[in-house]
């Protein structure tokens, strides 16, 4: 066990305060705090990556980061992620359902791919031009949940998501556009 040992709540507080911060200095301080407590991540068994994306590029730029055991090419929605059902503690995908990214039918699959018990954390941006997508994805999560396959952890608004690159999608002038952080577990029995 870490001598220091952090819940999951500690480690979803730190990352959720990364959004907040918002000039160089301010995120320069955040990581200057979070440094000596970064690697109990690793410590607390968070060692064991398994990446997939559409796109080569991507896939070399996080290659670099030697983190992964395994990155694969899979076009989400399209073709099944290669893993075995109920294999993964946790699936993420982060930055990635959206409007003319990843469809939101691929939720199933990602259920499928989590072990019972094992979470499955979903971002999506909450601005104006996803404002339908986010609508639909929510609708899978809820049928979901309805069917008894996961239920819900945490769902978490995040006001500053990310830098916006328009006006119009922000809210009251405000530099970032919002976004939402869904968290689910997978049920351990589907009877
Ligand atoms: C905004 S980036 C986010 C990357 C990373 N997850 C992060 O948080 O930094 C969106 C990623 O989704 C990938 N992507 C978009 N549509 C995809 C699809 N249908 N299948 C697989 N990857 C897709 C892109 O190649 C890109 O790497």
Not at 40 to 62: I, T
Not at 78 to 101: F, T
Request: hydrophobic share 30%; charged share 25%.
């Amino acid at each position: 066990m870490a001598a220091n040992p952090r819940t999951f709540a500690d480690v979803q507080r730190t990352i959720l305060s990364a959004h907040k911060e918002s000039t160089v200095e301010d995120k320069m301080s955040f990581y200057d705090s979070w440094s000596d407590l970064y690697e109990q991540l690793q410590r607390l068994g968070f060692c064991n990556f398994h990446g997939v994306d559409g796109s080569e590029g991507m896939l070399e730029l996080a290659q670099s980061k030697s983190m992964y055991q395994t990155l694969q090419k899979c076009t989400l929605g399209s073709e099944s992620l290669p893993a075995s059902s109920d294999s993964y503690d946790a699936v993420v995908i982060v930055g990635a359902l959206s409007e003319g990214q990843v469809p939101y039918t691929v939720l199933p699959e990602l259920h499928r791919a989590t072990k019972p018990g094992g979470f499955v954390c979903m971002t999506t941006r909450t601005n104006t031009s996803n404002q339908l997508y986010k609508k639909q994805l929510q609708a899978v999560i809820e049928e979901m949940e309805q069917k008894g396959l996961w239920e819900r952890v945490k769902v978490q608004e995040v006001e500053h998501w990310e830098k916006a690159t328009s006006v119009h999608e922000t809210k009251q002038d405000s530099k970032y556009i919002s976004g939402i952080i869904y968290i689910y577990r997978k049920s351990r029995s589907q009877d």
